[in-house]
C-alpha cells in the first residue's frame, strides 16, 4: 500500500517563530489532509488539500502531487500550536477510500 | 457547522467483554468509518462502510469486530470479546462520497480494557 513519511518526527519552537512540516508519499493521491490532535486526543481538521495551495489564518499548506509530497507552514506559532501533526493519504490506485496515516510530527512551542 | 459525534468519550471495560461503540455521522454523508489510535502511534484504518455494507476493511478488523447502522442516524462499532490491546483511541469518520472526499473526523472514543 501507500507509504507517508512525515518530517521531521519531533520539533521545537519558541512562540513566535515559523515552522514547515513534510508528508512525503509513494504514490499518487486522490485525497490528503492535514490534522493537528490536541492534548485531549481529538483530531482536528486542519485542510483538504489533494493539490494546490490553501491558508487559513497563520495556518497554510501546499501539496505538489506530481511530486508527492505536501507542505504544512505555521506562522508566528503560539502554545496552543503544540501537539502532533498528522498528513493522512488516500491513495488513487486503491480501490477503496481508506486514509493512510503518517507517523506524525510532535510539535512544542515554548512560551 | 454540521459535526460527527461520538459516545462515549471514556469506556473503561474488562477483558472478554462486549462493548459498543456509538457514532452519529453528518445527516448528508453516505460512506462511515472506523479509525483507531494506540497511544503514542498513527491512526489507523479498521473498516469503510457503504450502502449498509462493510465496502472495505484492514486486517486488523477480524471477527472479533463487526459494525452496524442500526437507524437512519447511528453508526456502531462492536467488539465482541474485548482484549487489553484493543485499548486506543477510536475515531469515526463521514464523508460525502468515497474515493477523493474529505473526511470528517469524530472526537473520538477512549477505550480502556483492564
Redesign the interface.
Known sequence: GIQVEQSPPDLILQEGANSTLRCNFSDSVNNLQWFHQNPWGQLINLFYIPSGTKQNGRLSATTVATERYSLLYISSSQTTDSGVYFCAVEGSETSGSRLTFGEGTQLTVNP | EPEVTQTPSHQVTQMGQEVILRCVPISNHL?F?W?R?ILGQ????LV?FYNNEI??K?EIFDDQFSVERPDGSNFTLKIRSTKLEDSA?Y?C?S?PA????????G??T?LTVT
Open positions: 460512506y468509518y479509525y489510535q498513527k491512526v489507523e484504518f469503510s465496502s472495505e484492514s483511541m475515531f469518520a464523508s468515497g474515493a477523493a472526499y474529505e473526511q470528517y473526523f472526537p473520538g477512549r
